[in-house]
């Protein structure tokens, strides 16, 4: 069993070696944080969507923004949208559930927000009809997702694909980058000389 435990380090491991080795993707991260940074300077908003562990990453995320990383600061507008489960359960059971995320970006979005949706495939439905939702909104988009980017490839604005197929190292990436994101946003939005 122990060598099944250091083969399985092994693998989380070697996608970040993958992730680190891949020049575009950092420059994605760069551009996703001076995006988040512009938003939040405009009175902006970042909302998170994701389905299952995507959506537990998803709320960490906003947490990370709406609390704080590092610094003793003010919170920064974030927020997952799936946190509500009245609201949640009631739209897909009235409605259904690929809806769940588009409705409220309708209700909730605005122009010059920020979308960002985490699917390991990048073929949710519910993830691609709030994308769908926010570009009518003049939302700006930003996809996590594995190697092929899937159907949200097409429809984000930065595509966060993280080279692997297998989902719990996508998902320990993701969490990853999301967390190099917030850590950046936040001095970045917070320096006194930027």
Do not use: W
């Not at 949706?117 to 988009?141: R, Y």
């Amino acid at each position: 069993m122990k060598d099944r435990i250091s083969q399985l380090i092994k693998a989380s491991i070697d996608v970040k070696q993958k992730v680190l080795q891949d020049e575009k993707l950092r420059e994605t991260i760069k551009s996703c944080v001076d995006l988040i940074v512009e938003a939040f300077r405009n009175g902006n908003k970042v909302l998170f969507c994701g389905n299952g562990g995507s959506a537990a990453d998803a709320q960490h995320l906003a947490a990370e923004f709406s609390g704080r990383f590092y610094t003793d600061r003010d919170a920064l507008p974030a927020d997952a949208l799936h946190a509500n489960t009245s609201y949640i359960t009631a739209v897909a059971n009235d409605y259904h559930f690929d809806v769940i995320y588009s409705r409220l970006v309708k209700g909730t979005g605005n122009k010059g927000d920020v979308l960002v949706g985490l699917s390991t495939s990048g073929n949710s439905k519910n993830i691609l009809n709030a994308f769908d939702a926010a570009k009518e909104k003049g939302m700006h988009t930003i996809a996590f997702t594995g190697e092929s980017g899937g159907l949200l490839k097409e429809k984000a604005d930065y595509l966060v694909n993280v080279p692997s197929t297998d989902t719990p190292r996508i998902q320990e990436s993701h969490i990853l980058l999301g967390h190099i994101i917030c850590e950046l946003v936040e001095e970045k939005y917070f320096s006194k000389g930027d």
